[in-house]
């Protein structure tokens, strides 16, 4: 249904002179960013050189990032520039200095996801281990910061409704086609539109503090041994 009147949860702010540049995907923790990285990813859109499977999190840049490492920061932007037109960088905690990220980026495009923040907190509990009213207080202050953001600069950036979108996988994909001048083939769209889903297991798999990895050495006279550690976490 394409009426004027009917809510599709996307909306477009901004005119951009030049779409060949970078994406930001933007959101909270748990908030739906892994979702709109993959799709991008599926229809072939560059991610970054250490942007793994299930959460498309490229840490080199992020890493450069968080350690005010300007140099590596820039290094880093001119190498993938020189290895696609078309790439993008997804980090929640970017949220935090998304200026610098503008700034690093030469004026990039933006998405911003906003999921209901229950729902956040509710993630975040089941996978983190937090408390749920801190964990929404959070999530809607990163949320106001965004608007900030928004409302602060002259951006050319596409706004997403979590819910709308897990809702209506089709239009959301074709949407990020659109916003991106992308030219993907009928396969990368039916692998984007079959990655737009709720709870995915992969990622709630990888993205848990709780997410161990061990090995049964042993079984015998009522004694047991092996080893187990936490993937994610120096923790005993």
């Given at each position: 249904?394409?009426s004027?009147?009917?809510?599709?949860?996307?909306?477009?702010i901004?005119d951009?002179?030049?779409?060949?540049?970078?994406?930001?995907?933007?959101?909270?923790?748990?908030?739906?960013?892994?979702?709109?990285?993959?799709?991008?990813?599926?229809?072939?859109?560059?991610?970054g050189?250490?942007?793994?499977?299930?959460v498309?999190?490229?840490?080199?840049?992020?890493?450069?990032?968080?350690?005010?490492?300007?140099?590596?920061?820039?290094a880093?932007?001119?190498d993938?520039?020189?290895?696609?037109?078309k790439?993008?960088?997804?980090?929640?905690?970017?949220i935090?200095?998304?200026?610098k990220?503008?700034?690093a980026?030469?004026?990039?495009?933006?998405?911003?996801?906003?999921k209901?923040?229950?729902s956040?907190?509710?993630?975040?509990?089941?996978s983190?281990?937090?408390?749920?009213?801190?964990?929404?207080r959070?999530?809607?202050?990163?949320?106001?910061?965004?608007l900030?953001?928004?409302?602060?600069?002259?951006?050319?950036a596409?706004?997403?409704?979590?819910?709308?979108?897990?809702?209506d996988?089709?239009?959301?994909?074709?949407?990020?086609?659109?916003?991106?001048?992308?030219?993907?083939?009928?396969?990368?769209?039916?692998?984007?539109?079959?990655?737009?889903?709720?709870?995915?297991?992969?990622?709630l798999?990888?993205?848990?503090?709780?997410?161990?990895?061990?090995?049964?050495?042993?079984?015998?006279?009522?004694?047991?041994?092996?080893?187990?550690?936490?993937?994610?976490?120096?923790?005993?």
């Amino acid at each position: 249904m394409n009426s004027p009147l009917c809510n599709k949860g996307s909306v477009i702010i901004g005119d951009p002179a030049n779409k060949n540049k970078p994406i930001v995907v933007v959101g909270t923790a748990r908030g739906g960013t892994s979702m709109i990285a993959g799709a991008l990813a599926k229809l072939g859109v560059f991610m970054g050189d250490e942007s793994v499977h299930s959460v498309y999190e490229d840490v080199r840049l992020a890493r450069a990032f968080e350690s005010n490492n300007e140099d590596e920061v820039r290094a880093i932007v001119n190498d993938y520039n020189l290895k696609s037109t078309k790439w993008a960088w997804k980090r929640p905690s970017s949220i935090d200095y998304l200026g610098k990220v503008g700034e690093a980026l030469g004026g990039p495009l933006f998405i911003f996801i906003f999921k209901d923040i229950l729902s956040i907190a509710q993630r975040n509990s089941i996978s983190m281990l937090s408390e749920i009213v801190p964990s929404m207080r959070s999530a809607l202050s990163q949320y106001s910061d965004c608007l900030d953001f928004i409302e602060e600069n002259d951006l050319c950036a596409m706004l997403i409704s979590y819910d709308k979108a897990v809702a209506d996988p089709i239009f959301l994909v074709n949407s990020l086609v659109q916003f991106y001048d992308l030219d993907p083939s009928e396969e990368q769209i039916q692998s984007a539109i079959e990655f737009v889903r709720p709870n995915p297991f992969d990622y709630l798999d990888a993205s848990r503090i709780t997410k161990a990895q061990g090995f049964l050495d042993g079984v015998e006279n009522n004694k047991i041994w092996g080893w187990a550690r936490f993937v994610h976490i120096r923790k005993p």
